[in-house]
C-alpha cells in the first residue's frame, strides 16, 4: 500500500507575528529621540545664504543709456558747438561797446552754458557807468549783452581839480565837461581823496531828491564837516537845509520863498526846519 503523504504537518506551523507591543515601543522610542534631539539638529542646520539678485536687462539698458546722454551731454556742453561765437553788446552810452566786448570775455569763447550775468559783470568792473548787464542767448553760438548803465546826478571836482561826473552813488563816472547841466557838489573842509560816496553822501542825497520844478536854478550844493547842507541858486541865493533829512518838506518850504519873495542877491535862507523860515540879508 502506497503511503499518502500528509497534506500538512501535524507540528503547528510557526507564524512569525510582530509584537505590537514592541512595535509601538519602538516607534515611540524613535519619537521621543527626535523630540530631544530636535532642537539640536535645527540649531546645527546653517543658515540659508541670501539670494542675489540679478540685474534685470531693463536696469543695465537704463542705466547704460544714462550714462551714455551724461558723457555726451558733457562733451557737447564743452564742445565748439556751443560755445560764444559771435558777440554783440547794446545800451552802452558812456562807455565804448567793442571796449566793453574786449572785457567782457565774450571774446574767449566761454561755454554757452557756463556764462552768467555776474561773471560777465564781474569782468566789466573796471567801467564806472555800468551797473547791470544781461546776457541774452541766441542757441547755439550767439550772445547779446545788455547793458545797463547809471546816471549822473552831480558834479565835483577831484584831487586833481578836474570835473567828474557824481554817480547816485557817490561815484566818480569819469570827466564831465566845463558846461554840464548838473548842480556842483563840494566840500566845506577839503578832502585828499573823493568823499562823495562816504563823507559827502549827504550832497549827494540832497542831489538825488531835487525837485524838477526848480533844479535848474540850483548851481552848487556845499556840505560841511557836520553835515549841514547849504544850496546855492543861480540868482545867487542860498538855502541852508541842515542835515540831509526831511528833504521833502524843506524843498516844499524852498518852493514857497522861490515863488512868493523877492530874494536878493546874497541873501541866505534857513529852512532847516520848514515850518520856521529865516532870512538873513546879504552882508554889507
Not at 539640536?40 to 547704460?64: C, D, G, Q, Y
Not at 560777465?120 to 541774452?136: D, Q, S
Not at 550772445?143 to 558834479?155: D, F, G, N, Q, S
Request: without cysteine.
Amino acid at each position: 500500500m502506497s503511503r499518502r503523504k500528509p497534506l500538512s504537518s501535524s507540528k503547528p506551523s510557526e507564524k512569525r507575528h510582530s509584537d505590537p507591543s514592541s512595535r509601538g515601543g519602538r516607534t515611540a522610542s524613535l519619537e521621543s529621540e527626535k523630540a530631544k534631539g530636535g532642537s539640536s539638529l535645527k540649531s546645527e542646520r546653517p543658515a540659508p545664504r541670501p539670494r542675489r539678485k540679478k540685474l534685470t536687462r531693463p536696469f543695465v539698458l537704463t542705466t547704460f543709456l544714462l550714462s551714455t546722454l551724461f558723457v555726451g551731454g558733457a562733451w557737447l556742453a564743452h564742445s565748439s558747438f556751443l560755445r560764444v561765437q559771435h558777440a554783440s553788446a547794446v545800451g552802452t552810452v558812456h562807455e565804448g561797446a567793442a571796449e566793453v566786448l574786449s572785457h567782457s570775455g565774450l571774446l574767449a569763447h566761454p561755454t554757452m552754458l557756463g556764462l552768467t550775468d555776474r561773471s560777465v559783470l564781474a569782468n566789466l568792473a573796471m567801467f564806472p557807468w555800468i551797473t547791470g548787464v544781461t546776457a541774452h542767448r541766441q542757441w547755439p553760438n550767439t550772445v547779446v549783452l545788455r547793458i545797463y548803465e547809471t546816471h549822473a546826478v552831480a558834479v565835483a571836482y577831484n584831487v586833481t581839480k578836474r570835473l567828474e561826473y557824481v554817480g547816485v552813488e557817490g561815484q566818480d563816472l569819469g570827466p564831465a565837461p566845463q558846461n554840464a547841466d548838473l548842480p556842483t557838489l563840494s566840500m566845506v573842509a577839503a578832502s585828499r581823496k573823493w568823499p562823495y560816496a562816504q563823507s559827502g553822501f549827504g550832497a549827494v542825497t540832497v542831489a538825488q531828491a531835487i525837485p524838477a520844478s526848480f533844479g535848474n536854478q540850483i548851481s552848487r550844493i556845499s556840505e560841511s564837516p557836520n553835515g549841514s547842507i547849504r544850496v546855492s541858486l543861480t540868482t545867487p541865493v542860498t538855502f541852508v537845509l541842515g542835515p540831509a533829512v526831511d528833504l521833502e518838506k524843506k524843498f516844499v518850504a524852498m518852493a514857497s520863498v522861490i515863488a512868493n519873495y523877492t530874494l536878493s542877491p546874497g541873501e541866505t535862507i534857513d529852512v532847516t526846519i520848514p515850518g520856521e523860515i529865516a532870512v538873513t540879508p546879504a552882508k554889507g
